[in-house]
């Protein structure tokens, strides 16, 4: 390099590029309970799964898969956190069951 401060100047405008990036892409989440339509297991090649099948906010169902440990077939709830990405598609991921 012979300019190094070309390099310098270059490489705190990358670093601050990459600092709003960061900021941009945080997703919003928020605990919430949804009432359980259903517990799914399912056994394939690679291993058994489990799944809830709830009600959104909506009322349109949606499916999550948890742990097969858990067993929810007699809990009327489920702990949910809801986040929602850039292009504000939701995403769930299972917490409990009560």
């Known amino acids: 390099m012979d300019k190094p401060k ?3 100047i270059a490489l705190i405008l990358m670093g601050l590029v990459l600092l709003v990036l960061l900021m941009v892409s ?12 259903g517990q799914t297991s ?5 291993g058994n799964r489990r ?16 742990p097969m440990a858990k067993d929810c077939s007699h809990a009327s709830h489920a702990q949910i956190i809801k986040g929602v990405s850039n292009s504000n598609r939701p995403h769930y991921q299972f917490v409990s069951c009560r």
């Open 26 to 37: 945080q997703r919003s989440e928020q605990t919430m309970t949804f009432p359980i339509v």
């Open 51 to 66: 799944f809830l099948t709830l009600f959104d906010d909506q009322g349109e169902p949606f499916v999550v898969p948890i």
């Open 42 to 46: 399912t056994q394939s090649l690679d």
């Open 6 to 8: 070309v390099f310098i």
